[in-house]
């Protein structure tokens, strides 16, 4: 069983997934991050350029947005363009003072208003509802074509009413609806024909500039993609946003809001379950296991490298038994940490070497069990000839430790600075190639204390015989702030 816990501010949202009495996924929204991609506005056009095959909608924001011909949905098909030209001219598909219903489809970056498209699409758990057409599309990352032609079969037959008739609109199944039941599917086909019903409402009566639809924010998205059969309560610190939460699973996810419980305790919600620790210890390098073992987190832009040590775990009776009893352990909690850290794509893990072909069997069985509770589609390709496991994890969002973290100023994320001496030798040999290019009458050297202490003390030789052979004195200044790394040389 699970419990979901939702911790709420105006500034910040955090969930944490809790299985057993352990944290399992941490979500994490900020306001002022949510961009503006998947919201459906009034819009109205307010100048139309043949020229440039585009037109500017004015949405209610602070520019106006840009719409070009190519995201202009013309009779079923969007107005894509052939070898250049489009099939249909911008000025013949919109005018100036045209009310449009529009969707952003590109945050407005800079002096650049938003991008737009009349091809609306509304995104579920396990499907995209496109109410402009009335075809159903399959993921192409879902299996093989047999089962793709499958999963097209029992959508046609879910998207029937009651009457035997299809209302309007297509469906496109997302990867993670492979192994969706009817009765999953059917519930987000529901929650996606009244989301839109609530839009083509509000179109009619709403102005130019209106917001008609805003992507769900994670207080929603927690009812609708995370509460599932195994949960046992969604508990909330806010009694505003409880109220608000029921109100929406009422009307779209009516079998998951009696799970819905507002928090009134004077503790903290975090502090249940010692999550804010958790969210430090997800951030670490290292993580240590209950055995004495520990694994070593590496994230690069490529891949991320998951490294397991014995360290001082010597429990089992033979050197054979502890490397396999502290795979074991770390199959598990490798499961864990890419869900909490929410790392995706590429993933590397090194176990310890195993001899036994059972032992290397077993913790690979148990790796797949524990990355079958895994929410996010996992492929695990298994050991490679060089003894390590090769696995993907589907990129859904922002890993936590860059939504939380950036690159440290000091060591720009290479995790490690050149040391004094280094530093030193580097201030030298650049007031050797300045001595040569200009005449000053003294050099002075700016540099952080630990340089400085060392360049009078153990580099004061180097630093006299340089002095010496370039005719220059040269004075030393200690500067705090900054990096170790960083150093000035002023020509005096």
Not at 39 to 45: E, K, L, T
Not at 207 to 228: A, F, I, K, T
Not at 270 to 288: S, W, Y
Not at 311 to 335: C, H, P, S
């Given at each position: 069983?699970?419990?979901?816990l939702?911790?709420w501010?105006p500034?910040?949202?955090?969930?944490?997934?809790?299985?057993?009495g352990?944290?399992?996924?941490?979500?994490l929204?900020?306001?002022?991050?949510?961009?503006?991609?998947?919201?459906?506005?009034?819009?109205?056009?307010?100048?139309?350029?043949?020229?440039m095959?585009?037109?500017?909608?004015?949405?209610?924001?602070?520019?106006?947005?840009?719409?070009?011909?190519?995201?202009?949905?013309?009779?079923?098909?969007?107005?894509?363009?052939a070898?250049?030209?489009?099939q249909?001219?911008?000025?013949?598909?919109?005018?100036?003072?045209?009310?449009?219903?529009?969707?952003?489809?590109?945050d407005p970056?800079g002096t650049?208003?938003?991008?737009?498209?009349?091809?609306?699409s509304?995104?579920g758990?396990?499907?995209?509802?496109?109410?402009?057409?009335?075809?159903?599309?399959?993921?192409?990352?879902?299996?093989?074509?047999?089962?793709r032609?499958?999963?097209?079969a029992?959508?046609?037959?879910l998207?029937?009413?009651?009457?035997?008739?299809t209302p309007?609109?297509?469906?496109?199944?997302?990867?993670?609806?492979?192994?969706?039941?009817?009765?999953?599917?059917?519930?987000?086909i529901?929650?996606?024909?009244?989301?839109?019903?609530?839009?083509?409402?509000?179109s009619?009566?709403?102005?130019?500039?209106?917001?008609?639809?805003?992507?769900?924010?994670?207080?929603e998205?927690?009812?609708r993609?995370?509460?599932?059969?195994?949960?046992?309560?969604?508990?909330?610190?806010?009694?505003?946003?409880?109220?608000?939460?029921?109100a929406?699973?009422?009307?779209?996810?009516?079998?998951?809001?009696h799970?819905?419980?507002h928090?009134?305790?004077?503790?903290?919600?975090?502090?249940?379950?010692?999550?804010?620790?958790?969210?430090?210890?997800?951030?670490?390098?290292?993580?240590d296991l209950?055995s004495?073992?520990?694994?070593?987190?590496d994230?690069?832009?490529a891949?991320?490298?998951?490294d397991?040590?014995?360290g001082?775990?010597?429990?089992?009776?033979?050197?054979?038994?502890?490397i396999?009893?502290?795979?074991?352990e770390?199959?598990?909690?490798?499961?864990?940490?890419?869900?909490l850290?929410?790392l995706?794509?590429i993933?590397?893990?090194?176990f310890i070497?195993?001899t036994?072909e059972?032992?290397q069997?077993a913790?690979?069985?148990?790796?797949?069990?524990?990355l079958?509770?895994?929410?996010?589609?996992?492929t695990i390709s298994?050991?490679?000839?060089?003894?390590?496991?090769?696995?993907?994890?589907?990129?859904?969002r922002?890993?936590?430790?860059h939504?939380?973290?950036?690159?440290?100023?000091?060591?720009?994320?290479?995790?490690?600075?050149?040391?004094?001496?280094?530093v030193?030798?580097?201030?030298?040999?650049?007031i050797?190639?300045?001595?040569?290019?200009?005449?000053?009458?003294?050099?002075r050297i700016?540099?952080?204390?630990s340089?400085?202490?060392?360049?009078?003390d153990?580099?004061s030789?180097h630093?006299?015989?340089?002095?010496?052979?370039?005719?220059k004195p040269?004075?030393?200044?200690?500067e705090?702030?900054?990096?170790?790394?960083?150093?000035d040389?002023?020509?005096m």
């Amino acid at each position: 069983m699970q419990d979901i816990l939702i911790n709420w501010s105006p500034q910040e949202t955090r969930v944490a997934v809790v299985e057993n009495g352990a944290v399992q996924e941490l979500h994490l929204e900020r306001t002022l991050e949510r961009g503006l991609v998947g919201n459906i506005y009034a819009g109205r056009v307010s100048r139309v350029l043949p020229g440039m095959q585009s037109a500017f909608v004015d949405i209610g924001l602070e520019r106006a947005a840009f719409l070009h011909v190519a995201d202009v949905h013309v009779a079923g098909r969007e107005n894509h363009a052939a070898g250049g030209v489009p099939q249909t001219p911008i000025e013949r598909l919109v005018f100036e003072g045209q009310t449009l219903t529009v969707q952003v489809i590109k945050d407005p970056i800079g002096t650049k208003g938003a991008r737009l498209s009349t091809q609306i699409s509304i995104a579920g758990r396990l499907l995209v509802f496109l109410p402009q057409d009335d075809h159903i599309g399959i993921s192409q990352k879902i299996g093989s074509h047999e089962l793709r032609e499958q999963l097209r079969a029992r959508m046609n037959q879910l998207v029937l009413a009651a009457d035997g008739s299809t209302p309007p609109g297509g469906f496109i199944l997302r990867t993670n609806a492979e192994d969706a039941s009817d009765a999953e599917l059917g519930e987000d086909i529901a929650y996606l024909r009244k989301t839109w019903a609530t839009v083509r409402e509000r179109s009619f009566k709403a102005p130019p500039g209106s917001l008609l639809h805003q992507d769900l924010s994670l207080v929603e998205r927690v009812l609708r993609d995370l509460s599932n059969e195994a949960t046992h309560s969604v508990r909330i610190d806010s009694r505003q946003q409880y109220e608000a939460l029921v109100a929406f699973g009422d009307i779209f996810t009516p079998r998951t809001v009696h799970k819905l419980a507002h928090y009134q305790g004077e503790r903290p919600i975090f502090d249940l379950f010692n999550i804010d620790e958790e969210i430090a210890r997800a951030l670490a390098r290292r993580v240590d296991l209950k055995s004495g073992g520990y694994l070593i987190v590496d994230q690069t832009e490529a891949l991320t490298t998951i490294d397991v040590n014995t360290g001082g775990y010597v429990g089992a009776r033979n050197f054979d038994d502890t490397i396999f009893k502290t795979n074991l352990e770390a199959a598990q909690a490798i499961a864990r940490q890419l869900r909490l850290r929410n790392l995706g794509g590429i993933i590397i893990i090194d176990f310890i070497d195993m001899t036994r072909e059972d032992h290397q069997h077993a913790v690979l069985a148990e790796l797949r069990k524990q990355l079958g509770r895994d929410r996010v589609k996992v492929t695990i390709s298994g050991f490679t000839h060089l003894g390590l496991v090769e696995m993907t994890r589907k990129r859904t969002r922002e890993s936590l430790a860059h939504m939380l973290c950036e690159p440290c100023p000091t060591c720009q994320g290479r995790g490690q600075v050149k040391t004094a001496r280094s530093v030193c030798y580097d201030i030298l040999r650049e007031i050797l190639r300045e001595a040569r290019q200009f005449n000053p009458k003294e050099i002075r050297i700016v540099a952080a204390p630990s340089v400085i202490e060392m360049l009078l003390d153990e580099e004061s030789p180097h630093l006299a015989g340089l002095s010496e052979f370039i005719g220059k004195p040269i004075s030393l200044q200690a500067e705090a702030t900054g990096s170790p790394e960083q150093y000035d040389i002023v020509l005096m």
